[in-house]
């Protein structure tokens, strides 16, 4: 199965809903919001505040998805579940992420080349 919408989509919706335990992390927003989309619950579970997994020194994602398993059936509370923003949220914030680090590389660079010129002797003007 690939890790895409469609991908999870075309597996996802032949399945009676079902729970679903995933690790927070910088997909599980779109799985999430799939996965519930299609009428699954979905917990997401917050890995900092799981020992049996961030202290696990197997470090394999095979066993991390079984003990996820295991306290979603007996427990879901255990796993102190996070709620990810909402979408248009999600939207602004990438955008003005995104827009920060176009300034700090331009910021970047300008100082490069003035620093670079600098060591020739020449300077640049502000515009």
Same mark, same amino acid.
């Given at each position: 199965?690939?890790?895409?919408?469609?991908?999870?989509?075309?597996?996802?919706?032949?399945?009676?809903?079902?729970?679903?335990?995933?690790?927070?992390?910088?997909? $599980?927003?779109?799985?999430?919001?799939?996965?519930?989309?299609?009428?699954?619950?979905?917990?997401?579970?917050?890995?900092?505040?799981?020992?049996?997994?961030?202290?696990?020194?197997?470090? $394999?994602?095979?066993?991390?998805?079984?003990?996820?398993?295991?306290?979603?059936?007996?427990?879901?509370?255990?796993?102190?579940?996070?709620?990810?923003?909402?979408? $248009?949220?999600?939207?602004?914030?990438?955008?003005?992420? $995104?827009?920060?680090?176009?300034?700090?590389?331009?910021?970047?660079?300008?100082?490069?080349?003035?620093?670079?010129?600098?060591?020739?002797?020449?300077?640049?003007?502000?515009?």
């Amino acid at each position: 199965m690939v890790t895409t919408p469609n991908g999870f989509e075309g597996r996802f919706k032949r399945i009676d809903p079902c729970r679903f335990a995933i690790e927070a992390g910088g997909q $599980s927003a779109w799985v999430d919001e799939l996965l519930t989309g299609l009428g699954h619950e979905v917990v997401v579970a917050n890995p900092r505040r799981l020992r049996m997994i961030y202290e696990n020194h197997s470090m $394999s994602d095979e066993v991390d998805a079984e003990q996820l398993a295991r306290v979603a059936r007996l427990d879901p509370s255990l796993l102190h579940g996070i709620e990810h923003r909402k979408h $248009s949220t999600r939207v602004d914030l990438g955008k003005a992420r $995104s827009r920060d680090m176009l300034v700090a590389t331009r910021t970047t660079l300008i100082n490069h080349v003035r620093g670079q010129m600098k060591s020739f002797g020449m300077k640049l003007g502000t515009r």
